[in-house]
Nanobody
C-alpha cells in the first residue's frame, strides 16, 4: 500500500507565498515522478508542476517564474514553493506520484488534496 499526504495549504493574500509539502510512504521501491496538480472551482484538474528527476521538471505556463518544485528523494517528499500568488491560483492542490512498488508494479497514486485560497 502506498500513501501520499499533502500539507501546507491555507488562506493567503494576493502577492503572498505558501509552501506545500507531500510525503510518500508505504511499499515504494522507486519514485519515477512526483508532482503537483490542482483543481479550481468549476475546472478540471490540471498540471501545476512535475519532477521527473532533479534536473527534469515541467511547469504549467501559468505558474512559470512564480512556483518552484523540489524533491527530497531520501525522504520521498516533494515540495511546491508558491510565490506571487493570485486569486486565480485558488484551488485544491493534489500531489501525484508515479512509482514502482515493492511488488514490482507501476502505479499512479494521489493524495487527498489540500486547499489553497488566495483572497484579500
Amino acid at each position: 500500500q502506498v500513501q501520499l499526504v499533502e500539507s501546507g495549504g491555507g488562506l493567503v493574500q494576493p502577492g503572498g507565498s505558501l509552501k506545500l509539502s507531500c510525503a510518500a510512504s508505504g511499499s515504494i521501491l522507486r519514485i519515477n515522478s512526483m508532482g503537483w496538480y490542482r483543481q479550481g472551482p468549476g475546472k478540471e484538474r490540471e498540471l501545476v508542476a512535475n519532477s521527473l528527476s532533479r534536473s527534469s521538471v515541467i511547469y504549467a505556463d501559468s505558474v512559470k517564474g512564480r512556483f518552484t518544485i523540489s524533491r527530497d528523494n531520501d525522504k520521498n517528499m516533494v515540495y511546491l514553493q508558491m510565490d506571487s500568488l493570485t486569486p486565480e491560483d485558488t484551488a485544491i492542490y493534489y500531489c501525484g506520484a508515479n512509482l514502482l512498488t515493492l511488488r514490482a508494479t507501476v502505479k499512479t497514486t494521489w493524495g487527498q488534496g489540500t486547499q489553497v485560497t488566495v483572497s484579500s
